[in-house]
């Protein structure tokens, strides 16, 4: 029985092209467990070969577009009709080996479009890196996922238990399929939307006033300087026509030592993150001269999805300021404050459908450039795309495999040439920079700026 697809997840669809591939992905590291024999990974390869059960989104296969036109929809395969040797690779880098090479390899991995003909996802199993290491990279199309959604899924795919063996490849456990996180279920009640009639239209009025207000907002301006507006964002190197090859970057930071920055600075873990990620694009738009006077601004999805993991996105956006027209790493902290309680106050209070129709209207004119070819010239929503996701809170492991890091790899737009993504894995925050080859040199240098951010307001505020 096919599925038509919500608005919100066929728009990531129709505005894809060659150049703009609409998937996202993730990077994940992992040590073998001290018992692993030499023949570890090619058992567990060979192993997930032999499984060739799916559940969905992995089962899921687009109908319904020809040329781009038409009424998308998800038919759901039968487990014969899936060529698992199609959708699991297994790779490895250039000896010596090393993150580098990694990163080459990724890079170029997340540059290609995915293929329509088949279920939209791939499995790269990489050795070589490292000795008793392994990598997966795995990409899975955005309109059947999106990065809370991503992180739910990985919930059940990865255990707490260091012990646990015969593991369910991440295709077998989908949405549908066994939890294997070895965690009790949850028993907290869902939050549902107030689908009563007097419910729907405070829903509606308040969408509407929230949309109204943007949209004159960008058309006249603001009068509140702490306000992000969509669409007057200032020209910036990053809001330009993208190619198709993508570069790959990343840091780790110690959950910890973010939190005592942020209690220092009075703000929360990400006013942190995007001062952060302001005090790394300043720096590189200084070495560049190409430094806007006015702050960048960014895009910041926020979640609306409810408990349950399902397929498709449940996300809305707001728009922030970065502080990059201010030296002080300390006062960015407080215009990133300032700005992101701005741009949460104009969300509206409504959920489900009701939302879903507000974030369509509020996407329609990104989207509408997409799917016109015109993104990347003139006016652009926002010159980055810059996300904080909530991720796997305890220590996780796959058949005894310990999950060291877990980077998040996104999507660009003409006009969106950079986005910085961070996901927590246990104490840690694991930040992934992806990033047009054309359009963005030396990506590698934002992620060490940002770095650098991060040791700069540790010494400011006296915690270095």
Known sequence: MAKVLKINDAGWLLAETSRTPAHVGVLATFTMPDDAGEDYLEDLVTRWREHATFQPPFNYKLRGLVRG??????????????????????????SPGGERELGVLVSRLHSARLDRTYPLWECHVIEGVAERQWS?????????????GGVRLANRIFSVDPEARGMLPPWAVGTRGADQSGLPPKTKEVAKADDSGPGIVRSAASVAGSLASTYLESATGSGDRKRAVPWRAPRSVFNVRIGKPRRFATQTYDMDRVKRVAKAADGSLNDVFLAICGGALRRYLLELDKLPSSSLTTIVPVSVRQEGVGVGNAITFLYAKLGTDVEDPVERIRVVRESTQKGKQRLPTAAGATMDAYTALLMTPFLGQAMLGIGGVGVQAANVVISNVPGMKEQRYFDGSRVEEYYPLSLLFHGQALNITCVSNAQSLCIGFTGSRDAVPSLQKIAVYAGEALEELEQVLGLG
Request: no cysteine; hydrophobic share 40%; aromatic share 8%.
């Open 69 to 94: 036109v038409g009424l998308p929809r998800w038919e759901q395969l039968a487990d014969e009709d899936i060529d698992l040797d199609y959708h699991l690779r297994h790779s490895a880098v250039p």
């Open 136 to 148: 997966m990279y795995m990409k899975v199309h955005h309109s059947q996922i999106d990065g809370v």
